[in-house]
Nanobody
C-alpha cells in the first residue's frame, strides 16, 4: 500500500504558476501509474493529467493541454504537476492518485485508481 501526500497549492492570480508535488511512501513508487485529479466546488472529480510508471506516457484533460505538465521522479518517489497560465476555472482541490493495476496507461477514470492523497487547494483569483 502506498501513502500519498500532496503539497504546493495556494492562492495565485490568474496567469500565475504553481508546482504541485505528491510524495509517495510505503511501497515501490515505480509500481504505480499516477494521476492528478481535481474537484471544483459543486462539481465532480475529473482527471487533469496522468503518467505511466516510467514517465514515458502522459496525457491531459483537453482544457489544460499546453498549460499543465505532469512528471515524476522515481528516485525521489514524487510526482509533480506544473501548472502555468492559471485561470479562475482551475480553482479546485487537486488530488494525486496511484493505479497499481495499470502502470502503462493509468487512465482518466477515478475508479481505476487505488490510492489517494488528501488533496491540496488551488485558488486562482481573477
Amino acid at each position: 500500500q502506498v501513502q500519498l501526500v500532496e503539497s504546493g497549492g495556494g492562492l495565485v492570480q490568474a496567469g500565475g504558476s504553481l508546482r504541485l508535488s505528491c510524495a509517495a511512501s510505503g511501497s515501490t513508487f515505480s509500481n504505480y501509474g499516477m494521476g492528478w485529479f481535481r474537484q471544483a466546488p459543486g462539481k465532480g472529480r475529473e482527471i487533469a493529467a496522468f503518467i505511466s510508471w516510467s514517465g514515458a506516457l502522459t496525457d491531459y484533460l483537453d482544457s489544460v493541454k499546453g498549460r499543465f505538465i505532469i512528471s515524476r521522479d522515481n528516485a525521489e518517489n514524487t510526482v509533480y504537476l506544473q501548472i502555468d497560465s492559471l485561470k479562475p476555472e482551475d480553482t479546485a482541490v487537486y488530488y494525486c492518485a496511484a493505479n497499481r493495476k495499470n502502470l502503462l496507461y493509468p487512465g482518466r477514470r477515478s475508479e481505476e485508481y487505488d490510492y489517494w492523497g488528501q488533496g491540496t487547494q488551488v485558488t486562482v483569483s481573477s
